[in-house]
């Protein structure tokens, strides 16, 4: 079966860095993806990777290693604001989208 | 108005009741997606829209009927639903359905409690 698999929580400081990571078995492979959620709010686009490589957006990075199956979202200089889940998505070959449980970040002051 | 919005936001209906949720997208989108997201699991795909046509049910119980009237609205009309149906709605609409770089992009979602 298709799995993604990514951390339930983690709690990080105010200003600090923070790298989730997400792990994949998909039947094939057609890119990653990257979302944010805030509680009670719509997911939005944070990143796509279909290369291997780091994407780098502001304080956003995306990384993907396809031979690992492994991606990380690293938030840089966090902020309260960042506190959210964040979820990790695969195209696979079908260009579905399978999807992680989301990796609920607490930042603390 | 912009994106992709969804009414209600908030809805309690009892196991006998009927009632539709309305998602419409202000983006010029020619796919459109209903999920389920319950508690700490994974967004679970319903149904897939390409240009007003199903191409995709994911095994949803029939309790759950679609519609698409055009590619800008999308409804999910419930029916004599379970308590286990609870969970928040959420309505995507992406450029096409199959397209290599697709993002999908959601609306806020109807949070959904059957009694």
């Known amino acids: 079966g298709q799995n993604i698999d990514q951390p339930t929580e983690m709690t990080a400081t105010e200003g600090a860095i923070v790298q989730i990571n997400c792990t994949y078995q998909t039947s094939g492979f057609n890119g990653l993806f990257w979302y944010q959620q805030h509680a009670g709010e719509a997911p939005t686009f944070l990143s796509y990777n279909v290369l291997d490589g780091l994407e780098e957006k502001g304080r956003f990075s995306s990384f993907l290693s396809r031979s690992k199956g492994y991606s990380y979202l690293l938030l840089k200089e966090l902020q309260m604001k960042d506190s959210a889940s964040y979820l990790c998505a695969v195209r696979d070959s079908n260009y579905q989208l399978i999807w992680g449980a989301g990796t609920k970040l607490i930042i603390k002051p | 108005e912009t994106g992709v919005t969804q009414t209600p936001r908030h809805l309690v209906m009892g196991m006998t009741n009927k009632k539709s949720l309305k998602c419409e997208q202000h983006?010029?989108?020619?796919?459109m997606y209903w999920y389920k997201q319950s508690a700490k699991k994974p967004l679970e795909l319903m149904f897939v829209?390409?240009?007003?046509?199903?191409?995709e049910n994911n095994s949803v119980p029939s309790r759950f009927s679609p519609e698409c009237p055009n590619s800008s609205h999308l409804f999910l009309h419930l029916h004599t639903l379970q308590p286990e149906d609870s969970a928040l709605y959420l309505c995507?609409?992406?450029?096409?359905?199959?397209?290599?770089?697709?993002?999908?992009?959601f609306g806020p979602g109807t949070r959904l409690t059957v009694l």
């Open positions: 829209y390409s240009l007003e046509e199903r191409v």
């Open positions: 983006l010029g989108h020619n796919a």
């Open positions: 995507a609409s992406s450029p096409t359905s199959g397209g290599a770089v697709d993002t999908q992009y």
